[in-house]
């Protein structure tokens, strides 16, 4: 079964610092996506990133960053030059199309707690 | 602009008394998904409609129930709510459900049950 594991509970840093949050996956299929959400605390769940297990390049976009590595089923994602803005639970999750749907099952990481102080 | 809207955003029942939480798109979307999210844990699907087609994740209680009378409306009931089930639930779709459809939610239903 496909597990996704975030290991950091809870990250606090102050505003400019560059975070990284950690990803790992365990996965038999050849062939399945990843992706990043990020919930405020307002709740909603916002996508920020998809990446496919054919695509290994690393992924910019503004401050965030992505660094996908199959050799070590990790998926982690750096802030720079964090903001009080980007205080939120950030989600990891996997794809798991069901096998007698064939419909995309998210599973999710646990999540890991961003505060950034001022 | 809002694309998943979920009402009530806040719902408060008493412990027994059904209640039903309502979830709307305007994204035309094929697929919506109901998740339970627990204070501080992961979300987990509880069920998901291919457009009038429904499959119940495995785990999912009886007590938990849905209806998606149209394209744009799907609703989650929940019979005889318990404490337990007292968590944000949140409703997303996705146009047709495949690996490479992201998945849109909504802003959830706060439960509280007392």
């Known amino acids: 079964a496909q597990k996704v594991t975030q290991a950091q509970t809870e990250i606090s840093v102050v505003e400019k610092e560059d975070v990284t949050l950690d990803c790992v996956y365990e996965?038999?299929?050849?062939?399945?996506?990843l992706f990043w959400y990020k919930q405020p605390p307002s709740g909603e769940l916002v996508f920020l990133i998809r990446?496919?297990?054919?695509?290994?390049q690393n992924e910019i976009s503004g401050r965030y960053s992505w660094n996908f590595q199959k050799s070590t089923s990790s998926f982690n994602f750096t802030i720079t030059a964090s903001q009080v803005v980007d205080s939120a639970v950030y989600f990891c999750?996997?794809?798991?199309?069901?096998?007698?749907?064939?419909?995309?099952?998210?599973?999710f990481g646990t999540g890991t707690r961003l505060l950034v102080s001022p | 602009d809002a694309m998943v809207i979920q009402n009530p955003r806040y719902q408060v029942t008493q412990f027994g008394k059904p209640v039903t939480l309502s979830c709307s798109q305007t994204?035309?979307?094929?697929?919506m998904y109901w998740y339970q999210q627990k204070s501080s844990q992961a979300p987990k699907l509880l069920f998901h409609?291919?457009?009038?087609?429904?499959?119940n994740e495995a785990d999912t209680p009886d007590n938990f129930q849905s209806r998606r009378p149209n394209t744009s409306f799907c609703f989650l009931d929940i019979r005889s709510p318990g404490l337990g089930d007292a968590a944000m639930y949140l409703c997303?779709?996705?146009?047709?459900?495949?690996?490479?459809?992201?998945?849109?939610f909504g802003p959830g239903t706060r439960l509280t049950v007392l």
């Open positions: 997303a779709t996705s146009r047709e459900g495949t690996a490479n459809n992201e998945q849109f």
């Open positions: 996965t038999r299929d050849t062939t399945y996506y």
């Open positions: 990446r496919n297990s054919f695509d290994e």
């Open positions: 999750a996997f794809d798991s199309t069901l096998m007698n749907t064939g419909f995309q099952k998210l599973v």
């Open positions: 994204l035309n979307h094929n697929v």
């Open positions: 409609y291919y457009d009038k087609d429904f499959n």
